[in-house]
């Protein structure tokens, strides 16, 4: 408790209050606009935090982290476009009540369910990381491994393309990782004799190529079209408080669905918003008038999506397994300001670990603020195309990808991974399993080395103890689960060919 | 080509970068230790990459016998930009992907030898013009401010060593206005 004041003592001079405002403000912008995204902006600002202590660096990306959350639901609202794969759920409600002309309470019901599943989300944040890092702490070698592999397996297993294209995301960056001296021995791998690879591929290059820009590449074609809104003369009123209350039971659910969701590896937001929406739907008393602007279709996917910022820090903060892109850029980001993110990350770090939870505080207060503040701005924006914003995000990634050593090199290999990002995306390819792949891969390395090195060779170490035998069991059952489930899909998909149209949220909705 | 060809194609990549992967280990032939645990340099790259490389065959299989298996989740196709039908217009797009990632190559190899003062509004104009923005008035002068900002931003500010190697003209002087200016 004292650390967390002190933290909030910290982080509540001026500069660092600042930059959670800049952060959550350019956060909501980035979010209303289709096409950026919460890792894209956070990677485009990278260059800009190399200067910055990673307390008041971590300040601005917390600020864009929850930011985005919220930005993304204006345009569900106001252009039936999802700001962020995330948002795409408050469309089935938003958009029907923007079309009846409560635009403006849409909007007040999706920010107030943002800050209430935020804030929730914070408390249960705030609890459970010192408890799970204290636990972790104890932790060896072989447990390190097995989680960091467990981490992956559930982000392999949930990620939205087949398990089979997960893991194999998760072992090209495992492979991505390998490159450059190996540590223990010192020997180069797949280097070519290039001086340039021998101390690996640089972190930045990756997450500059696969999130930034790849995510131009593949939004190009929404150059050049200007967004038209359902209306224009709209603002933002905020909900009643009797009105909030009586709709306890979906901003309760949303949170909930949020915060527990967020803290599995690989499902994330994108994922805990669609099954916040069908347990509120499934409960109500009239589910027949979801999909037409009901309130609490709204309310139930908003306060889930901003729960997942606490439930995401949990794995991230005690165990350095990230629960979605943005915090595996996260976790690329402390290793770029010198951070060793895991388990030992609360002993070594304890103010910067509070200090995020300060700011992510603060950063779901600034969001509600500011989207009262400058709704009218961003639904002016929201109209402009991005002719003018992708050239600029470009610059951006390529000093990101050059500041990291100050070479040239890793820019190469940002665009490299940026043309292959593109076209593994385009076949459906999960992206973020490779980058995750990449980050966890030395710690995996490391600690299976040290691990087989304390138990003389003996592979049984990882099954040694009950928690290890719980966890390798864990990553079996998922396998067999999901190569399970693999063959009844292609059981049925032989007979019933898939259609390849696109899902509207009508039909989702149905 | 067709979807099955496609998902062939990209496994063939994959087992092609897999096989890379137990080829290229170590290039220059280094000796192996195995160290106390019984593993050496190369043990998990090789490990990873074989792993690699099954599911790559498996995934031509799967591909080969029953067609791709279907995504677990759909993406709603929400924007009523996208009720419009394919068109000519994906032509477009890909040449300005090609465009976007030539650009990119020129501006890294521009950043080197011309410096970021130099390089970046031509960069940003191109850019701009490649997007479809035809009115070159406006186009020079969100390039040129633009890229003075980013210079101030980058170069200045951050200190970053974004000067030129080869020809370089511009940031001296920029340097040497911003030195008679008081900065």
Not at chain 1, 14 to 39: Q, R
Not at chain 1, 309 to 338: F, K
Not at chain 2, 87 to 114: C, K
Request: charged share 10%.
């Amino acid at each position: 408790m004292t650390e967390l004041l002190s933290a909030f003592v910290t982080v509540s001079s001026p500069w660092h209050l600042f930059l959670i405002l800049a952060g959550t403000t350019l956060g909501l912008l980035v979010g209303a606009l289709p096409g950026l995204s919460s890792p894209m902006a956070i990677i485009v600002l990278l260059p800009i935090t190399y200067s910055m202590t990673p307390l008041a660096a971590f300040c601005v990306i917390m600020g864009i982290y929850v930011g985005t959350k919220l930005g993304g639901s204006f345009a569900s609202i106001l252009l039936r476009t999802p700001g962020t794969p995330a948002a795409a759920c408050t469309v089935l409600d938003g958009y029907p009540m923007a079309q009846q002309g409560k635009a403006s309470l849409a909007l007040g019901y999706a920010a107030m369910a943002s800050a209430i599943g935020g804030v929730s989300s914070w408390i249960i944040a705030v609890a459970f990381v010192p408890l799970i890092a204290s636990l972790a702490l104890h932790s060896e070698p072989a447990d390190i491994a097995l989680l960091a592999l467990a981490g992956l397996t559930l982000v392999a297993t949930f990620t939205r393309a087949s398990m089979v294209r997960g893991l194999m995301g998760v072992l090209i960056g495992l492979l991505i990782a390998s490159v450059g001296y190996d540590v223990q021995d010192g020997i180069e791998r797949y280097t070519f004799g290039s001086p340039y690879m021998a101390s690996g591929i640089s972190f930045a290059a990756v997450l500059v190529g696969f999130f930034g820009i790849a995510v131009v590449l593949a939004d190009v074609d929404m150059v050049g079209k200007g967004s038209s809104l359902v209306s224009t003369k709209v603002g933002m009123s905020l909900p009643g408080l009797r009105d909030l209350m009586k709709r306890w039971r979906a901003w309760t659910i949303g949170s909930l669905y949020g915060i527990f969701i967020g803290a599995i590896p690989g499902v994330g937001s994108d994922g805990s918003v669609w099954m916040a929406y069908a347990t509120v739907r499934s409960q109500s008393k009239n589910p027949e008038a979801f999909g037409k602007g009901e309130p609490d279709g709204i309310i139930a996917p908003e306060s889930s999506n901003n729960g997942t910022t606490g439930g995401t820090m949990i794995p991230m903060l005690t165990l350095g397994i990230p629960g979605d892109g943005s915090t595996a850029v996260m976790l690329g980001a402390m290793i770029l300001h010198g951070l060793q993110p895991g388990v030992t990350l609360m002993s070594s770090s304890g103010d910067f670990v509070y200090g995020i939870l300060a700011s992510l505080l603060y950063a779901n207060i600034f969001m509600l603020i500011m989207a009262l503040l400058l709704v009218r701005v961003f639904i002016t924006l929201l109209r402009r195309d991005r002719s003018s914003v992708f050239p600029f995000v470009l610059v951006f990634a390529v000093i990101g990808a050059f500041a990291e050593n100050n070479h040239i090199f890793p820019v190469y290999i940002a665009i490299a991974c940026g043309i292959v990002g593109y076209i593994l995306e385009k076949r459906g390819f999960p992206v973020v399993t490779i980058v995750l792949g990449a980050i966890l891969g030395p710690i995996i390395e490391y600690n299976v080395r040290l691990g087989l090195a304390y138990s003389a060779g003996d592979w049984m170490t990882f099954v040694g103890s009950w928690p290890r035998a719980v966890m390798a069991a864990v990553i079996v059952a998922l396998v067999i689960r999901e190569s399970w489930l693999g063959l009844q899909r292609m059981r049925q998909a032989g007979r019933n060919p898939p259609n390849e149209k696109a899902i509207t949220p009508k039909e989702v909705s149905e | 080509m067709n979807e099955k060809t496609k998902e062939l194609a990209l496994d063939g990549c994959i087992l092609v970068f897999a096989v890379g992967g137990l080829l290229f280990v170590n290039p220059t032939g280094s000796p192996i230790f195995e160290g106390p645990g019984g593993l050496s340099w190369r043990s998990l790259p090789l490990l990873y990459s074989g792993l690699l490389l099954g599911l790559a065959v498996f995934s031509i299989g799967i591909t080969l016998v029953a067609g791709r298996e279907a995504p677990k989740t759909t993406t709603p196709a929400t924007d009523g930009q996208m009720d419009e039908p394919q068109s000519e217009s994906e032509m477009l797009h890909n040449l300005r992907r090609l465009g976007v990632a030539v650009a990119l190559i020129l501006y890294s190899q521009a950043l080197v030898y011309m410096g970021f003062a130099l390089s970046t509004p031509v960069f940003l104009f191109a850019l701009l013009f490649l997007f479809g923005r035809r009115n070159l008035l406006e186009n020079l002068a969100v390039s040129l401010i633009g890229g003075a900002l980013l210079w101030l931003l980058f170069a200045y500010l951050l200190r970053m060593p974004l000067r030129g190697s080869l020809w370089d003209p511009l940031t001296p002087i920029l340097m040497h206005t911003l030195r008679a200016i008081g900065g």
